[in-house]
């Protein structure tokens, strides 16, 4: 695609429920990255994918956090038993290799958990 | 663990000056940095990248330098304008084994008022 498409734009959950945030990277881009985004702070790494695997997930903060991206494309950052402090924009970043090139940015996800 | 910090953390300025924004991080063993810009609400956008061996780069009205013995890196505006107000935010990639992993500042706000 011609950018990095998030969806949804925003979710609303409640506490203890499970969602999904999905990523579509740039088309060819082999480097996917998560990161969060609490308010009047800058983003925070979660995880980093390099193809199919997950590279780097030292940014997860706990086990309730978890993502995908089994054909190396799309991924899917998974929350389960959400929580209230949870609620951030999840932002999601490709480039076109893990070797230092630029990082191109989606629109975000806000996430409030009520 | 790197650490980074942006001087001021917001700037009010008149249409028409020239200004700096400052960003200074603790590990100098970087691949590259970016500086992004962001509009209330929205996703990053990508300015200027400058790799490890640069010492600066330019688009338009913008030039950012990087001394990464001393850990610094400055975005120059020239002629600010108000469609500059934003959120501007730096960050250095990581080493060559983190992928092109960033780690960001909490931003300098700039208003630029007409």
């Known amino acids: 695609g011609a950018g990095v498409s998030q969806t949804p734009s925003n979710k609303v959950t409640e506490k203890g429920k499970y969602v999904e945030l999905r990523c579509d990277p740039i088309s060819g881009h082999t480097a996917l990255y998560w990161y969060r985004q609490s308010l009047g702070q800058g983003p925070e790494f979660l995880i980093y994918f390099q193809g199919t695997g997950a590279a780097d997930d030292s940014g997860l903060p706990n086990d309730r956090f978890f993502a995908v991206r089994p054909e190396g494309s799309v991924s899917t950052l998974k929350i389960q038993r959400t929580e209230r402090g949870d609620s951030a924009v999840y932002l999601c970043?490709?480039?076109?290799?893990?070797?230092?090139?630029?990082?191109?940015f989606g629109q975000g996800t806000r996430l409030t958990v009520v | 663990k790197q650490e980074v910090t942006q001087i001021p953390a917001a700037l009010s300025v008149p249409e028409g000056e020239n200004l700096v924004l400052n960003c200074s991080f603790t590990?100098?063993?970087?691949?590259?940095l970016q500086w992004f810009r962001q509009d209330p609400g929205k996703g990053l956008t990508s300015l200027l990248l400058?790799?490890?061996?640069?010492r600066e780069q330019t688009s338009g009205r913008l030039n950012a330098s990087l001394d990464k013995s001393s850990g610094r890196s400055t975005l120059y505006i020239a002629a600010s304008q108000p469609g500059d107000s934003a959120t501007y935010l730096c960050a250095p990639g990581g080493r060559y084994n983190q992928g092109g992993k960033l780690i960001f500042g909490q931003g300098t706000e700039l208003s630029v008022k007409p």
């Open positions: 590990d100098s063993a970087i691949y590259n």
């Open positions: 400058i790799q490890s061996s640069q």
């Open positions: 970043a490709s480039s076109l290799n893990g070797q230092a090139p630029e990082a191109f």
